[in-house]
């Protein structure tokens, strides 16, 4: 059984930076590929990015690209989404997820994913 665990969330003002990690444990980490999620209040689990078991990194929007960076230590079996310029707009809770997908087009849908983090909130105010 495959275990996610977020951490890294919190409260920071308008243009600050946040770094999540995801620590996976109970299964072969570079057999999955690693997703990251976020789900503000009263809407839908959106895909943020997500790094492949064939070392591609995807991210949702060029926005995203621009301010968010994801990497992976192999050694620690960790997935860190650092984000930086931070607005209002990016407060929800943070969520890791592993899957065996590495396809782009299905590495964006949250239903690939079989396991799931409990999350971490991030809120950017001022």
């Known amino acids: 059984q495959v275990q996610l665990a977020e951490s890294g969330g919190g409260l920071v003002q308008p243009g600050g930076s946040l770094r999540l990690s995801c620590i996976v444990s109970?299964?072969?980490?570079?057999?999955?590929?690693i997703g990251w999620f976020r789900q503000g209040l009263g809407k839908e689990r959106e895909f943020v990015g997500a790094a492949s078991w064939s070392g591609m990194i995807t991210y949702s929007t060029d926005s995203m690209e621009g301010r968010f960076t994801i990497s992976a230590d192999n050694q620690k079996n960790t997935v860190f989404l650092q984000m930086n310029a931070l607005e209002p707009e990016d407060t929800a809770r943070y969520y890791c997820?592993?899957?065996?997908?590495?396809?782009?087009?299905?590495?964006?849908?949250?239903?690939?994913?079989?396991?799931w983090g409990q999350g971490t909130q991030v809120t950017v105010s001022s």
């Open positions: 997820a592993a899957t065996t997908v590495a396809r782009p087009g299905m590495i964006r849908d949250r239903r690939q994913y079989a396991f």
């Open positions: 109970g299964g072969i980490f570079s057999s999955y590929s």
